[in-house]
């Protein structure tokens, strides 16, 4: 059973940067796709980026497109998620997710996905 810790959120202004972590244990993210989605009270749970098991291919929803990076280093079984020029409508919480590299839907179905990490706050002030 993979467990993932997602972590590396906080408070910062405006045009700051944050950089999120999705690290895994009991097992590996290398055959895995991940993604990330973010939450706010009230809201569906909403897609953010995804990368592919290979790191080939990366996914991004358009309001965070050029100013948010999906990366993954396998070596050390962690995904990141590089945060520029944040604004205040980036404030949620994020989670990060993992699903089966054989998995064909859409990287930004929160269906598609079978573990999640408990979710790290990111709070962008103005």
Not at 60 to 78: H, M
Not at 92 to 119: H, I, K, T
Request: aromatic share 12%; charged share 20%.
């Amino acid at each position: 059973q993979v467990q993932l810790i997602d972590s590396g959120g906080g408070l910062v202004q405006a045009g700051g940067s944050l950089r999120l972590s999705c690290a895994a244990s009991g097992g590996t993210l290398s055959n895995r796709g991940v993604g990330w989605f973010r939450q706010v009270p009230g809201k569906e749970r909403e897609f953010v980026a995804a990368i592919r098991w290979s790191g080939a291919n990366t996914y991004y929803a358009d309001s965070v497109k050029g100013r948010f990076t999906i990366s993954r280093d396998n070596a050390k079984n962690t995904v990141y998620l590089q945060m520029n020029s944040l604004k205040p409508e980036d404030t949620a919480v994020y989670y990060c997710a993992a699903r089966s590299r054989y998995s064909s839907g859409s990287d930004s179905y929160r269906s598609q996905y079978d573990f999640w990490g408990q979710g790290t706050q990111v709070t962008v002030s103005s």
